[in-house]
C-alpha cells in the first residue's frame, strides 16, 4: 500500500533558517570596525583625532578634541556592532524589507566612501601619531563592536 500523504498545511509551511552564531558574529565585527575606522577618519579630517593623546606640545592633560574622538569612535563601534548582529538575525528569517535593506546598503557605502576620500587625501597627523592613533581606533572599534555584537545575540 501508498504511504500516507503529507498534510497541505505542512507542505505551505517554510522552516526558518538560522545563521551560525558565530558568523553573525563576525559580520557584526566587522562592520562595526569598518564604521569605526571610517568616524576616525572623518573626525581627523574635522580635527577630531586621537593622535592629540600623544602630542607633548599640549599643556592640558587630555586635549577634548582627542576625548570627543575617543567616545565617537567607541559609540559608533558599539552601535555598528549591535545593530548589524540585530539585522543579520533579523534579515535571515526574512523579517527586514527590501526597501529597508537598500537603504542600509546606501547609507553604509556612502560612510565607507567618505572615509575612503578622508583617506586618501594628505594626513594632518604626523606619521608616528596617525599610525598609534589608527591602531587605537581599530583596537577600540573591534572591542566595542565586539560588545555591541555579543550584547544584541545575547538577548536573543
Not at 558568523?23 to 568616524?39: H, K, N, R
Not at 599643556?59 to 543579520?88: C, E
Not at 583617506?119 to 566595542?144: N, Q
Amino acid at each position: 500500500m501508498r504511504g500516507a500523504s503529507a498534510l497541505p498545511y505542512k507542505r505551505s509551511m517554510s522552516e526558518t533558517t538560522y545563521f551560525p552564531r558565530r558568523l553573525i558574529l563576525a559580520g557584526a565585527i566587522v562592520s562595526g570596525v569598518l564604521l569605526a575606522l571610517a568616524v576616525h577618519m572623518l573626525g581627523a579630517r574635522y580635527g577630531l583625532d586621537l593622535g592629540g593623546l600623544w602630542r607633548s606640545d599640549s599643556r592640558d592633560f587630555m586635549p577634548a578634541g582627542a576625548a570627543i574622538a575617543w567616545w565617537l569612535i567607541a559609540t559608533v563601534g558599539f552601535s555598528g556592532g549591535y545593530f548589524t548582529a540585530n539585522l543579520m538575525d533579523s534579515a535571515v528569517s526574512g523579517q527586514i524589507p527590501l526597501r529597508m535593506r537598500q537603504f542600509l546598503i546606501a547609507v553604509g557605502v556612502l560612510i565607507l566612501a567618505g572615509a575612503g576620500q578622508a583617506a586618501s587625501a594628505p594626513s594632518p597627523l604626523p606619521t608616528i601619531s596617525g599610525v598609534l592613533a589608527g591602531l587605537a581606533a581599530l583596537c577600540l572599534g573591534a572591542a566595542m563592536a565586539f560588545c555591541g555584537a555579543h550584547f544584541a545575540l545575547r538577548k536573543a
